[in-house]
């Protein structure tokens, strides 16, 4: 069992910056392939970042270039440094963990994911 806390959402001007963390419990997370998605109202849960094992990263197109994902394996958190954000970047932020991932897998669906954090919110205002 795996129990995922976030926090650092807010609220922030355009243009702001927030870090966003997520804790994990269980002692193999360094084997875990980590995600962030969000989901605005009235949306479907959408992918923004994932790191692999071995810190390896994607992002989405609209975050690319503007957020970055890390993970402190000691600390058995993920990051998600969001920077130049703009208001199309309010939404519901959830990580996820997928234990299932192999050495280089770095997925970007949501059924790839079988644990999430309870989401944290953020919102930007113009």
């Known amino acids: 069992q795996v129990q995922l806390v976030e926090s650092g959402g807010g609220l922030v001007q355009a243009g702001g910056s927030l870090r966003l963390s997520c804790a994990a419990s269980?002692?193999?997370?360094?084997?875990?392939?980590m995600g962030w998605f969000r989901q605005a109202p009235g949306k479907e849960r959408e992918f923004v970042a994932a790191?692999?094992?071995?810190?390896?990263?994607t992002y989405a197109d609209s975050v690319k270039g503007r957020f970055t994902i890390s993970r402190d394996n000691a600390k058995n958190t993920v990051y998600l440094q969001m920077n130049s954000l703009k208001p199309e970047d309010t939404a519901v932020y959830y990580c996820?963990?997928?234990?299932?991932?192999?050495?280089?897998?770095?997925?970007?669906?949501?059924?790839?994911?079988?644990?999430w954090g309870q989401g944290t919110q953020v919102t930007v205002s113009s």
């Open positions: 996820a963990a997928d234990t299932g991932a192999t050495l280089f897998t770095i997925a970007t669906m949501p059924p790839s994911y079988d644990y």
């Open positions: 790191i692999s094992w071995t810190g390896g990263n």
């Open positions: 269980g002692r193999t997370f360094s084997s875990y392939a």
